[in-house]
């Protein structure tokens, strides 16, 4: 019997909703379970507890009760409405009976349909969404991103995880607000750009930070990149180019996507023009980059070992030497622990071969004119 059905045991009626009815009709297997009903928040728990279950109530408050059923961990919330008072990220939540106010709440069309037993209900056309691969706001997208302004990173985000661009009038309302991504905490920014580094999209995630001016707000030393000619005999990208292939060029491991990433922040900082030979040089790039990851790791309030991870590694990224001799030990332990690369100093020997391998032609177009963003892939 499948968890669904079985959830349905337990508790009735109930839809099962959100990203996990989303990656069913993707063909894939929920990460999480998230379902809503009608019932209060205490009849929720009233019949878990009857059915044996541990009821978890930590989101009670919001309606969210929680609860383990074959190793998955399952979250069932009452039917709700939010409103948010201006300059209030908390939302004030009313519960209600009627299924369509609870999806017009949330953030894009893919993520508001719900399912019980065979029956899809979908009012905002979010499976054609799914279909055409397009990520859209639920109803007014200015709407949606001045309640809560970290749906504009998750728009880039889910665009990475999913490989889906983001539809127009979206895409024009995050532009237009992304300003509003500094009245949310750090830790939310970190929560998102974590999932976003780590898509199968990445790159097409990371264009779209850099297109919505995110990057100016959150990593304003990376926003300059964009405009940025290395002017270079050894690159022929521009340098932004050159940074998003880095990234999808390394192993799926947090600090070696954000040490590639920031592996070259430094260098419109230091270039200087080479008289002779009409390029740009840019000496010790690599250690100004590893002082200026040091304070980013502060503003972006990343783990201690984090921090050091990032800064080692860009730090000696330039070294001719061994890298299986010089490479950073936590960093080393981080990638043995997941049994990927076990071989010793491998982590700073993935960050110089995906410097090598981005020499190749970038896959995406970005282009921002008169206001309006256009992203697409090269045919």
Known sequence: MSIEKKVREIIEPIYLVGGSIRDRLLGKEPKDWDFCTPLSPDEIETRVKQAGRRAYLIGKKYGTIGFKLDGAFIEVTTFRTETYEKNNRKPKVEFVKNLHQDLARRDFTINAIAKRGNKIIDPFNGRRDLKERRIKAVGVATHRFKEDPLRILRACRFSSQLGFKIEGETLRAMQKLSYKILTVSKERWMAELDKLLLGEGVILGLNYLMAVELLKYMIPELSIQFMFNQNSCYHSLPLWIHTIKVVEQMPKDINLRWSALLHDIAKPFVKKLNIKTGYYNYVKHDLLGADMVERLA???????????????????????????????????????????????????????????????????????VNGKVTISKKK
Do not use: F, M, Q
């Open 298 to 368: 502060r503003h972006l309030k990343w783990s201690n070992e984090r921090r050091e991870s990032v800064k080692e590694l860009i730090a000696n990224h330039l070294r001719e030497d061994s890298p299986l001799k010089e490479a950073d030990d936590k960093a080393k332990k981080t990638i043995e622990k997941s049994g990927i690369y076990p071989r010793p100093g491998v982590t700073l020997e993935c960050l110089k071969r995906a410097i090598k391998n981005s020499h190749i032609p970038d896959e995406y177009n970005v282009e921002i």
